[in-house]
């Protein structure tokens, strides 16, 4: 099974600070997918095979990386931004999903 | 607009079985595999396993072998996971959830599912 490693596992970021939450593999893999999860509610796809934001996502999210290493990066945290995110890899079974980041605003 | 219903909380003792179902709408499942996701109070998501509702093949995580069983209804396009031998262990909320081309795009809203004597 593939272990996905999110780091940090919790940050706080001020409006308009540039964020980036990192999600290492321990295979390489196709593709990473990325969700935001906010308190109460499921999780919701934001970015899906690396880099293709999701329906309604905002330009301001971007993924990039290859083979082990991906990232998610916020150009200009937005109070709404605040949520776990969660990266998550479907190129061998079984799916397996990181541990998650928490992203606070400051 | 596609939809995913899952049933209300539930409250199981131990030793118990629970089955909780996901209604798909504007989406026929025969088309898609059904995956089911949990989260522990306070911790990340787990995968569970997939059914494959055009023919009811299905794949468990390791751990989830003998606690879930899988199935879904075509006819009302609708998937079930069954928890069975409840522990305290279980208690968690669970997701149904869409599978395409390796990533998750669609979600039910989730269960909460309470393991008590």
């Known amino acids: 099974e593939i272990v996905l490693t999110q780091s940090p596992t919790t940050m706080a970021a001020s409006p308009g600070e540039k964020v980036t939450l990192t999600c290492r593999a321990s295979s390489s893999v196709s593709y990473m997918h990325w969700y935001q999860q906010r308190s109460g509610t499921s999780p919701k796809l934001w970015i899906y095979e690396t880099s293709k934001l999701a329906s309604g996502v905002p330009n301001r999210f971007s993924g990039s990386g290859s083979g082990t290493s991906y990232s998610l990066t916020i150009n200009s945290m937005e109070t709404e931004d605040a949520a776990t995110y969660y990266c998550?890899?479907?190129?061998?079974?079984?799916?397996?999903f990181g541990s998650g980041t928490k992203l606070e605003i400051k | 607009e596609v939809q995913l219903q899952q049933s209300g909380a539930e409250l199981g003792k131990p030793g118990t079985s629970v089955k909780l179902s996901c209604k798909v709408s504007?989406?026929?499942?025969?088309?898609?595999?059904m995956h089911w996701v949990n989260q522990r109070p306070g911790k990340g998501l787990e995968w569970i396993g997939r059914?494959?509702?055009?023919?009811?093949?299905?794949i468990y995580a390791e751990k989830f072998k003998s606690k879930a069983t899988l199935t879904a209804d075509t006819s009302s396009n609708t998937a079930y996971m069954q928890l069975s031998q409840l522990k305290s262990d279980d208690t968690a909320i669970y997701f149904c959830t869409l599978y395409n081309r390796g990533y998750f795009d669609y979600w039910g809203q989730g269960v909460m599912v309470t393991v008590s004597s």
């Open positions: 998550q890899q479907g190129s061998s079974y079984p799916p397996t």
């Open positions: 059914i494959d509702p055009a023919n009811g093949n299905t």
């Open positions: 504007g989406y026929n499942i025969r088309n898609t595999y």
